[in-house]
């Protein structure tokens, strides 16, 4: 007798996201306290009500991650384009580490973010907690053209002369999937899940050889979530969907080889699964939550709690209010029919909590819900208007942009505060490059005035007890201090140090911890640079920047900055170029 789909009534929120997007690191870079804690505030001469703050000139900041290892950045120009690297201890001079792979943008190629690849490993410490994030070696593809590839290949990070290191056998043609799952204790184990167009899902590891074939997975299978062992840090297997028995939910492990038993919801094995979506990282028990929808139903899907050590392979458990009432994510704008899930910037979490928001509309406008879960339980904190840029969680409390507002919530959901806004003509822009947060410190950027003519760098407690409003200047990313709350919370990873363009040209950086402090010059842009950006999160004092100088098309340069040492910029890279290739890797 066929067993009842389960999910078919699974009521469900917005923006689609594809299954097994590569996972390229965390944020943190980009382009380029307002009033009483209870309340809005009147505005003033910082914006919010706050005058702008004068910060102390400094000779250089502490507190970093002493992350001493080699930076990576490719350029599509010069004598010799390819892939460098630059040591910290001696930045005037870069290494050339590959001069294979393809970087002109004019070619039918693989884009940059799935090229190259930082792999990462950390230290993971008796209490759970993380420490040591770093990249230990980037992988990439040697040979970016679709119709010439030459493979996988990693250079390493902490070697005095990197080479360029073949991984697998793999000649692939076309990448169209991945799910990397990390192994922090040790990157060789990490792997890498692919498919190949037409051709099925097959496995590698960072330490096969260019002799060792990859793992194929049985074309009855489709993966659908990682499965973390969280211990380890490391992968532990997938779930996947077994088209050859009704489509039910089923685990491999890292050989790819099928487990014994099925997963099931109370005691059942659905079938006739037709989306399994992650929703956020694993728990600190490796537990997971994924939206589900039914074959009937494909485009909207129920919320599940599943636990990978209860059962055969793991149970699922429905998430519900007070009430009983499942969470509802409602069918995505553009096919094929999936529930839409919340942007990574509008999901965060503090342990094992989570927080999103979920509009009411498929376009993106309009009112939006606050959801708060917990284990498997939902509920509703509030309904807002014009979802803004972030829902950031710091210590006992939880950010949202809303609108022309900063909002703030405690942790259980109760405490709702206003500690931005702006009720003057004009009103105010808010943004931010920065999703990440240190000692209850949020930082985003204020544009008020006729057509935003007046930019602030902004610095907000997120109890609304103090703030910083640098005027004239613009947040571009930030560095990390390597530590996390567990494993499972790269997304947590905490900030040190906050970098900002002043007065248009100007690169500074504050310590994220005490910005008040004061800020280091690290140095002017070169020529007529406008703008600076930064890729994702990395541990410090050593980063890289993209300057860029505004025009049709940007010009581009890559930028080395040491935020121990004031005026440490220098231009890295051979020569100005118009590829937008001329950057740095991601994660560093």
């Known amino acids: 007798m066929k067993t009842r789909n389960q999910f078919s009534g699974a009521r469900a929120g917005v923006l689609a996201v594809a299954l097994g997007a590569f996972l390229a690191g965390c944020g943190g870079g980009g382009s380029s306290s307002n009033g009483a804690a209870a309340g809005p505030s009147a505005p003033g001469g910082g914006g919010g009500g706050v005058e702008p703050t004068e910060l102390p000139a400094l000779a250089g900041l502490e507190g970093d991650a002493d992350n001493q290892d080699l930076l990576y950045f490719t350029q599509p120009e010069g004598a010799d384009p390819g892939l460098y690297a630059v040591d910290p201890a001696a930045p005037e001079t870069s290494i050339l580490v590959d001069d294979r792979v393809l970087l ?43 119709l010439d590839t030459n493979g996988f290949h990693t250079a390493a990070t902490d070697v005095a002369d990197p080479q360029p290191d073949p991984v697998s056998s793999e000649d692939l043609i076309l990448l169209t999937n991945a799910i990397i799952q990390y192994a922090l204790d040790d990157a060789d184990n990490t792997s890498v899940l692919y498919e190949l167009s037409d051709q099925g899902w097959y496995q590698f590891l960072l330490s096969d050889d260019e002799n060792t074939d990859p793992l194929q997975l049985a074309e009855r299978f489709t993966p659908v979530a990682p499965v973390l062992d969280p211990d380890l840090g490391r992968g532990a297997g997938y779930l996947v969907i077994d088209s050859d028995d009704d489509n039910r939910i089923k685990r491999v492990g890292m050989d790819l080889q099928l487990e014994s038993g099925q997963v099931t919801v109370e005691g059942v094995a659905p079938a006739e699964t037709a989306r399994v979506l992650p929703l956020g990282g694993p728990l600190n028990d490796g537990a997971q939550y994924l939206v589900i929808s039914g074959e009937a139903s494909p485009g909207t899907g129920g919320l599940f709690l599943y636990r990978p050590d209860q059962g055969d392979v793991g149970t699922l458990e429905q998430v519900v209010n007070g009430e009983g009432e499942p969470l509802v994510f409602n069918e995505s704008l553009f096919p094929p029919p999936t529930p839409a899930l919340p942007a990574p910037q509008h999901l965060t979490r503090s342990d094992d909590v989570l927080f999103f928001a979920m509009q009411g509309n498929v376009l993106g406008f309009g009112d939006f819900d606050l959801i708060r879960v917990e284990g498997a339980d939902w509920r509703l904190v509030a309904t807002e ?5 972030f829902v950031i969680a710091s210590g006992d409390r939880v950010a949202v942009h809303s609108e022309d507002q900063v909002l703030s919530f405690a942790l259980d959901g109760s405490d709702r505060r206003v500690i931005d ?15 990440g947060a240190r000692d209850g410190w949020i930082f985003y950027n204020r544009d008020t005035g006729i057509g935003g003519a007046d930019r602030f760098a902004v610095a907000n407690r997120l109890d609304g007890g103090d703030q910083v409003v640098i005027a004239d200047a613009s947040w571009v990313g930030a560095s990390s201090t390597g530590t996390a709350p567990s494993s499972t919370q790269l997304d947590a990873m905490e900030v040190s140090e906050v970098f900002m363009l002043r007065n248009g040209t100007e690169l500074a950086a504050v310590s994220a911890a005490t910005p008040a402090a004061g800020a280091v010059r690290l140095g002017q842009l070169p020529d007529s640079a406008d703008q600076a950006r930064m890729y994702g999160l990395a541990p410090g004092p050593h980063r890289l920047l993209q300057a860029v100088s505004s025009g049709a098309p940007e010009t581009l340069d890559v930028l080395y900055v040491n935020t121990r040492e004031e005026d440490s910029l220098r231009v890295i890279s051979e020569q100005s170029s118009g590829d937008a290739d001329q950057r740095p890797v991601k994660g560093f």
């Open 104 to 146: 002109d943008e004019n070619a039918f190629s693989l884009s940059y973010d799935r090229s190259f690849l930082p792999i990462h490993e950390a230290s993971l410490n008796a209490d759970g907690s993380l420490s040591d994030f770093r990249v230990d070696r980037v992988l990439y593809f040697d040979n970016r053209s679709l």
């Open 385 to 389: 208007s014009s979802l803004g840029e």
């Open 421 to 435: 806004s702006d009720d003057s003509m004009f009103g105010q822009d808010i943004s931010t490059p920065v999703l």
